[in-house]
DNA sequence: CGACCGGCATCAGCGTTTCTGATCGAGGGT
DNA sequence: ACCCTCGATCAGAAACGCTGATGCCGGTCG
């Protein structure tokens, strides 16, 4: 199949126009870039000679509508072509002794951390969605990403380069309720049961709320208390002290004056996947096999191959 | 948060570099791309000396395996850029009286077709996975697309550019068995109970096997006969005539001399879904308003912001 | 109210990039 | 042995893209 055959729309017009519209000021794109103020203003006019529409409105500056949608696909557009620059001159350097581990905060389980090797190796947590980023552009040589999935289903992730995804590990739901909760001494507790409850909020540590809402199909799962950390230990605490639910993989213990009950309806999984960019070299071969013992490989680049 | 700061890699370059790739000739290439053999020469030139890798063989002309994975950086890459410049020129033109609508084979609901204008219109049939790409190129202003999902999940879509999904319907499913066959008169059946049967293998109408794999999380579903039409009713006949079973939404009556049987276990459903572009413009926003009158909506682009 | 100042547009000029066309060496087929 | 095709290389010409200077507009302050 032929690729395209319009191309121009040049990357460092592209960049230029996402700067001047992150800063809304040419000249400060300008000495962003280390380009005269005469270069930027050639580059946006360039642009908006070439699409034929005025993309940004000046005094003050601000995108105009075509702008807003050319911002949407230049960032995208930019983020893959950097991560494929850094995926290629990685190749040419020689593998290095050291390995950066990016990790989601409910990614790391106990057996992933038994199967690293014990020097050079740098495990960073960042949230879920930054991962993808930082495997591209090379700030990590491997990822561990976890979810909300249905089960034997892959991660849904942000797809800026291709990456393969492996399965590490997918665990049953528990809902951790304070000790006194009227449900709490329940076997097993359907989603629906808790739509009208209160829950805790915390997008970096846990499973995202709307995820739930996307789950269940409805809105609801109201907001109690926000948590902007990424201590699991803190997140189960609060769930005691009643501060509002969580929903977390039955791999986590309960805190004290807390119980973990099974999420029984939908039929949801807390799924983990490692990550890595083509074929892995060096010591990320040893760790990435260590952990994915059963292979069950899939490509996330196309993730419509599947569906 | 800044956008990258290395840019580079020429959209140029990367597009005659897969031009040679897929021709396996530089001169082959120049004829196709309007150049000299001598530009081609030096475009791949100065990738390799960019990159500082050898990215092709000469002599025979075949990709080198950091050749390789720059094709599948740069196939997405000058897809996203087509698409978004025809995106933006497409901004840029008049809304036209007339509307392509693309869709996949079993997402042609005949409540779709009741929604749709009199006059101006071409329906489009389009294997799944080529919908978002016809959209973003512009030649279609309306995509239907379905695909197997869990309940309230949306479908997995390449993404190649900034897609907006709504839920247009969706069904459960059944397995079309002929009528002698031992399980036709069950009430239900399970995933699990037709591992070891022989299906249809019809990637183009159906859904595909490797996502009933994937649902199930074994291998199995051997392929029996290969169909490679769109035709619905001739999948159906095939499944009563004893070729195969075929899994399609319940909505599809089964042809004569076979039964669907519903599909009880996992908890699957038939899912269709419109997309579109940016905001509908013209005659595109009263079929897609007419279309998705429970709205439920999704961008598409980066899925991980629900996972 | 007028001068000033910051910010974007425009223009000429020049250095660099990037084509073309010609030439060369290496293989492969006749 | 000859020719023909294919890719690499080189010199020159055209095109491109940057800088620096200048012009214009709007807001601000004396």
Redesign the interface.
């Known amino acids: 199949m032929?690729?395209?055959?319009?191309?121009?729309?040049?990357?460092?017009l592209l960049?230029t126009f996402?700067?001047v519209a992150?800063l809304a000021s040419f000249s400060g794109a300008a000495r962003?870039l280390g380009y005269t103020q005469s270069a930027v203003s050639q580059h946006i006019a360039a642009l908006e000679g070439d699409?034929?529409?005025p993309l940004l409105a000046r005094r003050p500056v601000a995108p105009t509508?075509?702008g807003e949608?050319?911002l949407?696909?230049?960032?995208?557009?930019?983020?893959?072509?950097?991560?494929?620059?850094?995926?290629?001159?990685r190749?040419?350097a020689a593998p290095a002794g050291d390995l950066t581990l990016a990790a989601a905060p409910l990614a790391v389980h106990p057996d992933t951390l038994a199967a690293l090797p014990a020097t050079r190796v740098t495990l960073r947590v960042l949230p879920?969605?930054e991962i993808?980023a930082a495997l591209a552009?090379g700030t990590a040589d491997l990822g561990i990403v976890d979810?909300?999935?249905?089960?034997?289903?892959?991660?849904?992730?942000?797809?800026v380069?291709?990456l393969t995804a492996t399965r590490v590990a997918e665990a049953p739901l528990a809902v951790h309720l304070p000790a006194g909760h009227p449900l709490a001494h329940r076997p097993g507790l359907r989603l629906g049961d808790l739509i009208d409850a209160r829950w805790l909020d915390a997008p970096a540590a846990g499973l995202?709320l709307?995820?739930l809402r996307?789950?269940?199909?409805t809105p609801g799962f109201r907001p109690a208390l926000r948590y902007d950390g990424t201590d699991v230990r803190t997140l189960t605490a609060l769930a005691a002290a009643g501060h509002g639910l969580t929903l977390l993989p039955a791999t986590i213990p309960p805190a004290p004056g807390a119980t973990a009950v099974p999420l029984t309806e939908?039929?949801l999984v807390h799924r983990t996947e490692l990550l890595r960019t083509?074929?892995p070299a060096g010591p990320a071969a040893t760790v990435a096999a260590a952990l994915t013992t059963p292979p069950?490989s899939?490509r996330v680049?196309?993730?419509?191959?599947?569906?």
């Open positions: 032929p690729v395209g055959t319009l191309v121009t729309m040049d990357p460092h960049r996402v700067t992150r962003e699409l034929g529409l509508r075509a949608r050319l949407e696909h230049a960032r995208p557009l930019l983020l893959r072509l950097d991560a494929a620059r850094a995926d290629l001159t190749m040419a879920r969605d993808p552009a979810g909300l999935a249905a089960p034997n289903d892959p991660l849904r992730l942000p797809d380069a291709p995202p709307d995820r996307a789950a269940h199909g939908p039929r083509g074929e069950q899939a680049g196309h993730p419509a191959r599947r569906g």
